[in-house]
């Protein structure tokens, strides 16, 4: 594993793992991923010459139909109304032709250039703290580490899979870890032989896996003295946080992956371990799927 002398991945255990996880919750600063440190590479690569092709046939798009629009309320300048009716007609015509062809000619880059794949999971985990930043934001939970192998390999679970995987464990982890509390996630890459969680039994010999940690405080004295107030309605709340974990659980074994949880009452805190199957295949994709393509569809 590549990285600094301090970083996780350089640790040879999974106790020094935890162990170096749950010290860094005493520190109250963010720190920044090694993902963020690494320079941006200077050189264009394939996938982003792409990109900006498309991007720019989009921009093109955009002035096109706005010029179509302009032409359609510049025809009533015209004393001659037949006369704005044909310069309307000659131009939309002409616009629907160009925006065809470049309709045309972005799905075929599009579907002659595949994509290598790569940093998937990282990519979506980034995105669904994204998308419960408002949450975070009320609880007051800060993200004091994001350790994320720049080198993850792709899993073999299907996107869709995958998504729901870690929506439903942040969506749990939203409404277990306590007010004013702190999450850290970890992912790397590591042999079946490594993994001590329930399970292991089941996992190929010789064979890496991916692994996604997350380190969460656990629920605080405070809410636990407030929950005891109400008793009937906190097994009700316990068992459809268990249901959660439950439906996770089943779709990680389904697709040939573990799934471990610990609390350690005396650090209060959490811990979840997510093990992943790696795709041994270079899986290639489509940067415009056929799935997408309403965004180009026309408007009058």
């Avoid at 309709?103 to 794949?117: A, Q, V």
């Avoid at 399970?199 to 896996?209: A, F, I, W």
């Avoid at 268990?242 to 005396?266: A, C, F, H, P, W």
């Amino acid at each position: 594993m590549k990285g600094n002398q301090g970083s996780v991945e350089n640790l040879s255990s999974r106790d020094e793992i935890k162990g170096k996880i749950f010290n860094m919750f005493s520190f109250q600063k963010n720190e920044k991923s090694s993902s963020e440190e690494r320079s941006l590479p200077t050189e264009i690569n394939h996938e982003s010459l792409l990109s900006f092709v498309l991007e720019l046939i989009h921009r093109v798009r955009g002035s096109l139909a706005a010029m179509k629009t302009l032409a359609f309320y510049s025809r009533e300048n015209f004393r001659d109304k037949e006369l704005g009716d044909y310069f309307y007609n000659v131009v939309s015509e002409d616009i629907e032709k160009t925006l065809f062809i470049l309709d045309c000619f972005c799905e075929y880059i599009s579907i002659n250039t595949p994509i290598k794949k790569a940093n998937t999971i990282n990519n979506m985990i980034e995105e669904i703290l994204r998308e419960n930043q408002k949450e975070l934001e009320e609880k007051k939970i800060k993200i004091i580490k994001k350790q994320f192998d720049p080198e993850l390999p792709e899993t073999s679970m299907l996107d869709e899979h995958l998504r729901f995987i870690l929506n439903s464990l942040f969506q749990y982890l939203l409404f277990s870890i306590s007010l004013n509390g702190r999450l850290g996630i970890l992912t790397r890459t590591i042999e079946s032989k490594d993994w001590n969680g329930e399970g292991k039994e089941r996992l190929q010999k010789d064979l890496k896996y991916i692994e996604i940690l997350i380190i969460s405080t656990h629920l605080d004295s405070k809410l636990q003295e407030l929950s005891s107030l109400s008793p009937e309605s906190q097994p009700n709340h316990e068992e459809r946080m268990d249901l959660i974990l439950q439906m996770v659980k089943r779709m990680v074994e389904k697709n040939r992956g573990l799934i471990d949880t610990k609390i350690y009452s005396k650090k209060d805190l959490r811990m979840i371990s997510l093990l992943l199957p790696v795709e041994r295949r270079n899986v290639f994709q489509f940067l415009l799927p056929a799935s997408q393509q309403k965004k180009w569809e026309r408007k009058d």
